[in-house]
């Protein structure tokens, strides 16, 4: 099992940024990736960014291209998404999670709230 915690949100103005942060604990050596979701209300939760674990290949939405970077640290089992030129659309709560399993994420953190004001 692992455990995750995020911290980092906040409110922020448009155009302003952002650093989440996520601490995993556990059987950190069963992670295959890690990866932040959002949810805005009313909405259904969605990828942001991932980053696979061992090589550091990191994918995003294309809503996140050109403006979010994902990092990982694996000697402090860290997952960071650095959040540049944020827009009131990026207003969610942010969550991260780990894949230990082969095909979906099953760790999450509690999430974090971000909220970009116009």
């Known amino acids: 099992q692992v455990q995750l915690v995020e911290s980092g949100g906040g409110l922020v103005q448009a155009g302003g940024s952002l650093r989440l942060s996520c601490a995993a604990s556990?059987?950190?050596?069963?992670?295959?990736?890690m990866a932040w979701f959002r949810q805005a209300p009313g909405k259904e939760r969605e990828l942001v960014a991932g980053?696979?674990?061992?090589?550091?290949?990191?994918n995003y939405a294309n809503s996140a291209k050109g403006r979010f970077t994902i990092s990982r640290d694996n000697a402090k089992n860290t997952v960071t998404l650095q959040m540049n030129t944020l827009s009131p659309e990026d207003t969610a709560v942010y969550y991260c999670?780990?894949?230990?399993?082969?095909?979906?994420?099953?760790?999450w953190g509690q999430g974090t709230q971000v909220t970009v004001s116009s």
């Open positions: 556990g059987v950190t050596s069963r992670i295959k990736s």
């Open positions: 980053i696979s674990w061992l090589i550091g290949l990191p």
């Open positions: 999670a780990a894949q230990t399993s082969p095909r979906e994420f099953d760790s």
